[in-house]
């Protein structure tokens, strides 16, 4: 099942998603922020990029929120140019953005199949198909196997994560999604870096990654609590970023060898450095 196709398959958003606007707001030191509007379009993939402490899960929240100057950064976000009603901000099963953060849980004593289950039905979905393709990619994000009857309750970080990032593709089918610092939680940046290949949707990225903060189209660079910054990604950075995912399969490699207990032979240092 490739990814591309999946995608293909869903066009069940309620709010067809082209635009988002991000009006500027204030920094830490409550200075305006130096640009005048950020806009993202489908298809686009961002990364947010800055230190620690820097406003970056901030930022990203007011796009989850869709701030209207309510948050600490008074920033504000339109889709579609407009300012957002309240049905699509209030109501969860309008809301086109789906946020997945390092401590997201599940908090509900249910099996992972019906935990799908309600959320499908909550959308009006009737394919029972959905359920089953759900667990099937996010089985592709993580190396421990999720099952339909596994509670939720007892899933792994890594795990979880993975489970409501297929959950937000396939059941959510949200043409937003927002990622903080996955890299972190234990989800196969390979797969993740399909996603950004083949994506129709606005995919945004915080992130230390260098892999994946080349391979975005855009980055956005944060300091103290501000935009101060937005770079497109040129030719070179696309190349840098090929290399750099070579390298990076290269030290998987080595990583599960040694994982494995075995010794690195000059055989496989052949292989991963030809
Ligand atoms: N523009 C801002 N104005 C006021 N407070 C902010 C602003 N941006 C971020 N903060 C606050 O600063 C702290 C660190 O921001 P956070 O977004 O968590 O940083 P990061 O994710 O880059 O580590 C948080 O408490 C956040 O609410
Ligand atoms: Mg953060």
Redesign the pocket.
Known sequence: MRLSVLFAQVKRSEVMLEIITILP????G?NR?KFDELTLRAGETVS?V??????????I?DIELLAQGD?????RVLINGKIPGDEVRYNPASKPIAMITQNTKCFTDLSTEEFLQIHARSRNIEEKRIIMDTIDLANKFTGEKIKKDTRVTVLSGGQTRSLLIADAILIGAAPVILL??IENAGIFKQEVIDIIKNTSKIIIF?THDPVIALLTKKRII?E???VVKVLNQNEFETRAAQNLLELDKQVGLIREQLRAGHEITSELLHVSFA
């Open positions: 707001g204030l920094d830490k409550g922020e947010i800055g230190p620690t402490g820097s406003g970056k899960t901030a930022f929240s948050t600490s950064t008074k920033r903080d610092e915080v944060m103290n609590g501000a």
